[in-house]
């Protein structure tokens, strides 16, 4: 499995993700930088990044919103395009079941948005941190050991995020569309991105959590149906 991976990873042409990456975080990082500006004349109830852990919240919101609508966008290239263009068929031709050539795809997909995610926001975290020594955008200074105290959370979020980010997969799947895929992670950011100052609905843990097992089970449905497929 580890080898059909690392195949994977070598024949899909990833620099749109990586340059998308990049230019992701610094959008955020700016949008973070305004909303700290524009909320220097609100009191400290109504600011949403009010103290360290407000802030880290509002960025890890960011941060998974933007990469879980990234995800999509593989399982659309990945998945989704290669059944709709029939390209798929060529690898169904190797001596490798369909179930692993999927799982190896869904694997990879699910790996770059898991570290991708992690990176990015303590990457941000400590950017974020620095500017705002300088520029004081939240009263509450960001310490590096109030990042360090949010890291086990942050794993645990990337993670139901990861598992949530498979859910497209289904509607994709549904009728071979490629807008259909990416329309529902956009969907599902809008759902579990909704915000306000201290509370975010991604923060109560049960509902990511809840999405991401449907997420894990619809990537074991497809895998079990390509497999399915093959036998029949």
Same mark, same amino acid.
């Given at each position: ?8 990873? #070598? ?8 340059? *998308? ?78 179930? #692993? ?9 699910? %790996? ?28 509450? #200074? ?29 509607? *994709? ?19 579990? %991105?909704?915000?306000?100052? *201290? ?15 449907? %997420? ?17």
């Amino acid at each position: 499995m580890l080898n059909l991976i690392k195949l994977e990873f #070598k024949k899909t042409k990833l620099g749109w993700y990586y340059k *998308g990456a990049v230019i992701a975080n610094l959008c955020i990082l700016g949008f973070l930088c305004l909303i700290g500006s524009e909320e220097k004349n609100l009191t400290q109830d109504q600011m949403a990044m009010a103290d360290a852990g407000s802030t880290l919240l509002l960025l890890g919101t960011f941060v998974r919103s933007v990469f879980i609508v990234f995800a999509g966008v593989l399982i659309a290239k990945l998945i989704i395009g290669e059944y709709k263009n029939r390209t798929i068929t060529v690898m169904f031709t190797y001596p490798v079941s369909r179930k #692993k050539l999927i799982a190896a795809k869904l694997l990879l997909t699910g %790996g770059l948005t898991f570290l991708t995610m992690i990176v990015s926001e303590l990457i941000l975290a400590f950017i974020f941190s620095q500017l705002n020594d300088i520029y004081q955008f939240s009263p509450e #200074k960001l310490t590096l050991q109030a990042i360090g105290n949010e890291i086990g959370s942050m794993l645990i979020y990337a993670a139901s995020s990861t598992g949530l980010s498979f859910i497209p997969l289904y509607f *994709g799947m549904r009728k071979q569309s490629v807008p259909a895929t990416i329309v529902t992670s956009c969907i599902l950011i809008a759902l579990i %991105g909704q915000q306000s100052p *201290g509370f975010s609905i991604a923060s109560i843990i049960y509902i990511p959590v809840s999405l991401a097992v449907i %997420g894990i089970v619809i990537a074991f449905w497809s895998i079990r149906k390509i497999d399915r497929e093959d036998v029949l």
